[in-house]
Structure formats: C-alpha cells, structure tokens
C-alpha cells in the first residue's frame, strides 16, 4: 500500500478554480492507478476521475468531464486534480486513493486512501 495526504481544497466562488494534490509515500506509487472521488453531506462516495500508472490514460466522471483534469508526476510522488469552472454541486471532501487495478473506477477497486480535502463551492 502506499499513504496518501491530500491538500489545495478551500473556499471557492462559482466558476472559480482550485488544483488539489495527492503526496504519496511508497516506493510502488508510480505502479498504481490513481483515483480522486468525493462525498457530499449524506450522499455515498462517488468516482471523479482516474489515471493509470504511466499517466497515459484517464477516466472522468460525467459530471466533471471537461472541467477537471486529472494528472500526475511520479518523480514527485504525486498526482494532481485541476477543478475548473466549478459548481456549487461539487462541494465535498475529496479524497485520493491508489489501485492496482488499471483502469480501475470504482471504490472497492482501491486499497489505499487519504484523509480528504474540503471543497466549499459557494454560489
């Protein structure tokens, strides 16, 4: 497994734009797919996006298609979502987590998370 820490969320207007990232620890992270998802007060967790060991390929979630980007840099042990044009319905606790499956998506595919990063929206 690797351990995860996230950081960038915070207070954002409408439209605006965050970037969160993932610092890892582990000598495997650049082997592991790599995910964000998030959870809003009283909803479940729900997949944002994805990106394979070589960064090579990515996975959105329909409702961020377009607007977020997911990337990573594993000479720095680490893997980054730009948040654009964000909406007050993406406000929720962010979290990054780490797969061994390629392609994986969804949450029982992942082994390994973070704490989570708060992200208010504000309309």
């Known amino acids: 497994q690797v351990q995860l820490v996230e950081s960038g969320g915070g207070l954002v207007q409408a439209g605006g734009s965050l970037r969160l990232s993932c610092a890892t620890s582990?000598?495997?992270?650049?082997?592991?797919?790599m995910g964000w998802f998030r959870q809003a007060p009283g909803k479940e967790r729900e997949f944002v996006a994805a990106?394979?060991?070589?960064?090579?390929?990515?996975d959105y979630a329909d409702s961020v298609k377009g607007r977020f980007a997911i990337s990573r840099d594993n000479a720095k042990n680490t893997v980054y979502l730009q948040m654009n044009s964000l909406k007050p319905e993406d406000t929720a606790v962010y979290s990054c987590?780490?797969?061994?499956?390629?392609?994986?998506?969804?949450?029982?595919?992942?082994?390994?998370w973070g704490q989570g990063t708060q992200v208010t929206v504000s309309s």
């Open positions: 582990g000598r495997t992270f650049s082997t592991y797919t």
């Open positions: 990106i394979n060991w070589s960064g090579t390929s990515t």
């Open positions: 987590a780490g797969s061994r499956i390629a392609l994986a998506r969804l949450t029982y595919e992942f082994n390994s």
